[in-house]
């Protein structure tokens, strides 16, 4: 089975605009969740989705929003962007809602530098 | 205020010695404890999980322990290679679905 994929891999923007990135989780994983990691802050949850419905949500503003389709597929977005937000963003996907049987399995990240 | 502690300062150690990560908890009470490893530029991989009623876990080298009531875990690396070399991080559910906060992380060395 392929693995999880982002795109784009690498950004570059500047402060004011907004970004979108896309993440494509394992074949038959309806879990999607997103993490910023900075050196400063570590690993951060940002949201999950499971079956196109936002789970869970972890404490950053609402410039940060996202999306899931119906073949999983997740989309996140952020608006306004911040000198702040740069930082690799990481998608990770597991197989079923209901944890912790589950592992969860991540992408190899979106590094976003906003100048 | 609830927290997931890691040793901070790298952990430098010599090929074949035993290594110990150290991850300490508090205000939590995970049903389930995680270990990944993650390499420069990369996303985690997850290498261990353990439940709250296990008090220790083993995967080749790999050893983890979980002490609920000192609310800590111990991940072993024995016969440490340098392929090892990586920055651990532990992981707990602390919500409904699949979210996970994580430790600071512990990055590792291993020398020859």
């Known amino acids: 089975k392929a693995g999880v994929t982002q795109t784009p891999r690498y950004l570059i923007k500047t402060r004011g605009q907004q970004v979108t990135l896309s993440c494509s989780p394992i074949?038959?994983?309806?879990?999607v969740s997103w993490y910023q990691q900075t050196p400063g802050q570590g690993l951060q949850f940002l949201f999950e989705?499971?079956?196109?419905?936002?789970?869970n949500k972890g404490n950053f503003p609402g410039r940060f929003s996202g999306r899931q389709f119906s073949n999983s597929r997740s989309e996140m977005n952020v608006s306004t962007l911040e000198l702040g937000d740069s930082a690799l963003y990481l998608c990770?996907?597991?197989?079923?809602?209901?944890?912790?049987?589950?592992?969860?399995?991540f992408g190899p990240g979106t590094r976003l530098l906003v100048l | 205020s609830q927290k997931i502690e890691q040793n901070s300062e790298a952990l430098n150690i010599q090929e074949g010695k035993t290594a110990t990560l150290t991850c300490n908890y508090t205000?939590?009470?995970?049903?389930?404890l995680q270990w990944y490893r993650q390499d420069p530029g990369r996303g985690p991989v997850f290498l261990l999980l353990?439940?709250?009623?296990?008090k220790e876990k083993r995967k080749e080298r790999l050893k983890v322990t979980f002490d609920t009531t000192l609310k800590q875990s111990l991940f072993h690396i024995t016969a440490s290679q340098p392929a090892d070399s990586a920055t651990y991080l532990c992981?707990?559910?602390?919500?409904?679905?699949?979210?996970?906060?994580f430790g600071t992380g512990t990055q590792l060395k291993v020398e020859l």
């Open positions: 992981a707990l559910l602390t919500g409904g679905g699949n979210k996970l906060t």
């Open positions: 074949s038959g994983h309806r879990s």
């Open positions: 353990i439940r709250e009623n296990e």
């Open positions: 990770a996907s597991s197989s079923q809602g209901a944890p912790p049987q589950e592992t969860q399995y």
């Open positions: 989705y499971f079956s196109e419905t936002q789970r």
């Open positions: 205000n939590y009470s995970p049903a389930y």
